[in-house]
Structures are given as C-alpha cells and as structure tokens.
C-alpha cells in the first residue's frame, strides 16, 4: 500500500474512533483548529486539551503518586472564580496542587514535511515548545505545546498553605494564562489558514515564491516571545540563533497589518 | 559537501565557539551526559541547561513583560533555603515568582535517524516532552524536555502574598523535584550508554535483534510515568496508545535490574 493510500485508512480509522478522555468531545475553543486540521488530507489530529484551569489532589509531595490516583478536585476550560477553588479544596486530603495547563495538541501528518509547516505556524504563533516525533515505521506526529504553565502547590496533608486572598491573585494570574492561551489558538488558526493557502498557491504556481509575500511572521513571533518568560535562557538562545534560518520557522503568515 | 562531512564542519563551528550563556559554563551536573553526546560523530550539542530553581521579578501580572526586562533575582542549581528566596525577595518590586525549570537540552543530530533514537532514549528515561525540529535545509535537533516543573508567582506589586512557612514547603517541593530530575539525567546517561552500544553492536553484527535483549525499557517508563502528574490526560493517552509500537520508544535500554 503507498504511503498516501495507508495515511487515508489511518486517518479514517481514527477519526471513527469513540473519543476516550473523560469530557467525551472535543474543547469548545480548540473545535475550529481541529477542523481546519482533519479537513486537509495531509493531517488528523489523535488528541486534544484547549487549555484548562485544575485542582488535583496529590499524595503527600505530588510527584510519589501515579497518575490513576491522583484525584481532580476541580477541571475548568473556562475562567475560575475563589469560591469554586475554596468549595473544591475542602474534598483536599493530600497535597493539592493547582495547575494552569496550555493547549496540547497532537496532530499525525502525512510526511515530514507536513509536520515541518505545522511545526513552523506552531513555533510562530507562540507555541514554542511544539516538537515532532517520528516512529520506527514512519508515523510522524507533531506535539502542540507551550511555555505558557502554572503549577502552585496550595495544601499539604489536607492543610491549607495559603489565603484566600492569595488564591485570588493566583485565579487572577491563571485566568490571565488563559486567556492569553486562547489569543495563541486563535493566532495558530489564523496562522494555519494562511500557511495552507500559501501551500496551495506555491502547489499551483511553483513560481511564486516566499519572500515576494508580506512577511510578518517574525514579528507574530516577537509578540508571541515578548509575553513569555518561560523558557530558559539557553532554550531561548538556541530558537534565537537558528531560527530565522534553518529551523523552518521563517515562513511567512501574516498580513502585515495582523 | 556531502551530509558527513557538512555535519563535522557544522559540530567543528559549535563545538570552538564561547559558551554565551551568562553562566559560560556547562552545568555540572549534565557535563558527562554532554561530553557522552559530543564524544559521538552523529550528535553535538548546541545548548543546554540542567535544570534549576529559580525567582524572577516579573513586571505586573508576568507575561506582560518582555524577558530582557524581567530580572532574575536567584537562580542556583543546588538545593535552596528559605532564608535565600527571603534575602532575594526584598529586591522584588514587581510580580516576583519562583519556577523549578527540569533539564532543557539541544542537541544536533546528523540524521532524523540519529534524533529518532534519542528521542525514545530521552522519553524513556522521563523526559516525556521532548521532541524534534528539522529545519528548511535538512538542520535537525532533538529538543529533551520535561513535564516536570514548577510555577509559583509569590509576590504582586512588591508585596509578599504568601507566608514564610510556605515559601519553606514550597521549597522542599522544588529542591525534591530537582533531585528527581537529578535522577532523571543519570537515567537518560545510563539509557544512552546503553542505545549507543546496541546501535554499534548491530552495526557490526546486524543479525542481533533487539527482542534477543533484554527488555526493560517499558519498566523504566512506567517509573518515570509514576512520579510524573503533569502531563495532560490527552497526551498521556496518545503517547500510551501509540508509544510502543511506533513512535519508536519500544528499544530496549535498560538491564533488568535496572
């Protein structure tokens, strides 16, 4: 079977596939993009979190306990007010951690390069952890990630560490992470939008070339970099470096005036 | 050129420029695992970080301010006190927050082949959300990240939010997760010593197959997936559903006894 015609019967396998995360459906702020995504033959996406706000209760030091038993107190997409986080911290028996956990997003793409572009419009519009893994027999995957996290241990033994009013200004700062997760989709699907375009174009018109485009991808990146103290500095270094240049994040994806 | 000797010139460049990190120096406890990476022809590495705590001076509300702005009040790779983050504290003027970053690491890798095996030797040994880059002219890196952070904004607008009780329960978090991730590097030093000499022996010997060895890379996964609460379920499921038969994290790293 080519690699086309095995892509397709992946693809259709998949995607009538019951969906198996505990919601059952696909995040209202991630629909769109996964749309876009599973509406080109080149790609299908295999999972996906738009971004939350949730309380786990860990065992005593987080991190000792498997994943299985460690309790959701508290799962959100939507911005989160104290009282929810105090109601939800009285169930606290352990070590309750609140996170603010960014969009993921795992898309299987057809060949390397398709992931290459993805993996571009990603890195460009802020999503700057994004990383492609390949398998023994060729599945190409792109992993949809970012600097852009949360995570406050609040409870020890089921004893509260900090005020209300502390809870407060962090639910602040989390709804703030949120929000700005959600200008980042919005970025990538317009980004996205763009680069398939592009692709379409360049497919039917060899000639037309990429710097002949308004570029502004450099910017959207700037904007995206200057809101993100995340990252260390040597990570930072290394996408600065060898960016524009060779990583094939330089293409470009939006309109001059985006 | 061909690909060979591109790469030696590319890794000769690397490898004789200054460290430009503000530290200048490799961190200690990742220099073997450097030195093991840079010993071999097909790998150099282009940055690195072995993870650390550390507090920044945000501007108001963190993300809102770009990162040269941002001063780092504290960074230490060791073990910290409470009485560190207190000193450091009374030079926050704006929103200061304290992060454990994990290991970050880039390496160049000669071929997607090359970054393949990495890649399933840095998932194995815990660090879950690694992932490669391959740029426009064919530069391909492996980026080893982990899931395994912290994030605790601690003051807002110069003033403390949190009790000195906390920031001391706080800090035996991050200083245990340093440890961890202290571990974490041994395992993925161990894991490669081990990857690099199957690699050569089936180089040599191309009959030896991997299921005459000894399996335990499985095991070593589920320990690092045991301590490990923080990766989206989506994600987790996805690496679970397609993790050992193709996304080529199925090689056998481990001893038994491991």
Redesign the interface.
Known sequence: MDLRAEFRRWKAQRLSKAD???KGSVDEDVVDLVRLLNAREQFFT????AG?ILL?D?GI???????QN?CWLLVTHKPCVKEDVMAALKKASGDAVL?F?PL?L?VQCRQ?QD??LL?AVAVDSGFR?????????G?T?L?V?ST??????LS?KGKL???E??ID??L??AN??LE?NKKRIERFYSCLQHALARETMTESHPKIREKDSPACSKKARNTA??????????????IE??GD????I?VTLFPEDY
Chains 1, 2 share one sequence.
């Not at 952890?129 to 027999?137: A, E, M, P, R």
């Not at 970099?225 to 290394?238: C, I, M, N, R």
């Not at 240049?245 to 094939?248: A, F, S």
């Open positions: 198996l995360s505990r295999t999972s996906s979190c939350r786990l860990g030091n987080g991190f000792e306990v498997q994943k460690c996170k956990e993921v795992h390397l992931a290459q993996h952890n994004s990383g492609i893994t390949v398998g023994k027999k599945k995957i992993a990630r852009h996290g949360l995570e406050v241990p020890h560490m900090v005020t009013e502390y200004f962090l602040n700062t703030q992470k700005e970099k200057a809101q993100d103290t995340h990252v260390p500095e040597e990570s930072e270094k290394e470096n060898d240049d060779d990583l094939g330089s």
